[in-house]
């Protein structure tokens, strides 16, 4: 196991988020639905990123001016066929977990109930899936389920997080009454431990919180609250003993928040309205989230566009994303997928592909990035340390589980 810009009402715009950034965050063993998330209207500015709670010391906002790096210019990349097989993607489609890194190669691994909002695979032999009544430990043999942590409010989508060979965080949205909160949305969070198969419930909070990833000393997870606006304003640092809050990081942007495996770095899509602007400008920044306070620096782009959608490569090195004309919501064309060195800040292309249409749904543990498509079964495998590009076949609906 590793881990368009169209004119919306506000409240159809909060829903088909949480959607979108189920999908995007099952990246490191498990996936919601693949569903895209929708953009505000261009006019539109954001609403401003939510105030730090009055019973916690603010945080410093980010200090340092932002820095830019020279990019290379982009180049095509090689297609022709690999000379290596990438690593395989293992995904869950209509009860039955099948490996697949070619268009002819399909491996059937076992069966899982159908019904699955996220799944993940904690060893050849298992599965975790979250279903709506609770979290559920399956052997792949027989397709026999167990439920290991019962929900007490149903679930609408749940994502993975891998905290070590044996341990993982699950975080699962609910369903709340709207006496409860505003949006209808709550957060389950706990951990499971594969030694033992159990799980322990960490927090139960009423409202939708993104699970980001863990604290670079390992002792602390990271969310993200997310609401109706795709605009955001802080990154909570909880412990992972209880789910307590303890700190509360400023980490204003607009769209995505990724962070990379080793905790360090937050990499966040915003967008800039300048004065007399009506458009927004979209960047790319990138957080370095143990420094106090807080420090960001400015991703130098090669040409008007943006980063919609990434991923972080499996040691933290390189940060993985899409670029081309268009806005984080939406590209109106392609210049590939690129890669990011956040310690130069240097840019550079990794891959001619289409990125239009599509999101980067996984990174397998040689660095092999999934790419799939949002409405059909084309997908394609990236080798980013070579360019070389693999198309493969995966159900619109399937849910990335793990690579082997």
């Not at 007490?152 to 993982?168: E, K, S, V, Y």
């Not at 979209?282 to 566009?305: F, K, N, S």
Request: aromatic content about 4%; overall charge negative.
């Amino acid at each position: 196991m590793s881990s368009k810009i169209i004119h919306r009402s506000a409240s159809h715009a909060a829903v088909a988020l949480l959607v979108g950034v189920l999908a995007a965050c099952g990246t490191s063993g498990g996936a919601a639905v693949p569903t895209a998330a929708p953009a505000p209207t261009e006019q539109a500015r954001p609403t401003a990123a939510p105030a730090t709670p009055a019973s916690l010391p603010p945080t410093a906002a980010p200090t340092e001016a932002p820095i830019t790096a020279p990019t290379e210019a982009p180049t095509t990349a090689p297609t022709e066929a690999p000379t290596a097989v990438p690593a395989t993607p293992v995904y869950l489609s209509d009860g039955r977990v099948i490996a697949r890194s070619g268009l002819d190669d399909l491996t059937e691994l076992g069966q899982a109930p159908e019904g699955a909002l996220a799944a993940t695979l904690v060893d050849d032999s298992t599965l975790l899936i979250v279903r709506e009544s609770g979290l559920e430990r399956v052997n792949l043999a027989d397709g026999t389920a167990e439920e290991v942590v019962a929900f007490d409010r149903p679930a609408m989508g749940g994502t993975f997080h891998q905290i070590n060979a044996g341990a993982l965080l699950y975080a699962v949205v609910v369903s709340e009454p709207e006496s409860v909160t505003p949006f209808g949305m709550g957060t389950r969070i706990g951990s499971y431990d594969v030694a033992a198969s159990a799980a322990r419930p960490l927090l139960a909070e009423p409202q939708n919180l993104e699970l980001l990833g863990v604290t670079a000393d390992g002792a602390g997870m990271l969310t993200l609250p997310r609401g109706q606006d795709p605009a955001f304003g802080v990154i909570q640092v909880r412990s992972l003993d209880d789910g307590a809050l303890i700190e509360e990081l400023q980490v204003p942007g607009e769209g995505f928040a990724r962070v990379s495996p080793d905790g360090r770095w937050a990499a966040v899509s915003s967008r800039r309205f300048d004065a007399g602007q009506e458009i927004a400008t979209d960047e790319l920044l990138l957080y370095d989230l143990t420094a106090r306070p807080i420090t960001v620096r400015t991703v130098a782009l090669p040409q008007g566009g943006a980063a919609s959608g990434g991923i972080w490569g499996p040691d933290g090195s390189r940060f993985f994303f899409s670029y081309g004309p268009g806005n984080v919501y939406m590209l109106e064309g392609s210049y590939g997928l690129w890669g990011l060195d956040p310690d130069s800040l240097a840019v550079s292309q990794v891959a001619d592909v289409d990125v239009r249409d599509t999101r980067i749904a996984g990174i397998g543990p040689d660095g092999t990035v999934l790419l799939r498509s949002l409405t059909t079964d084309q997908a394609t495998l990236i080798g980013t340390a070579s360019g070389t590009l693999t198309p493969t076949v995966i159900p619109p609906g399937a849910i990335l589980v793990g690579w082997r």
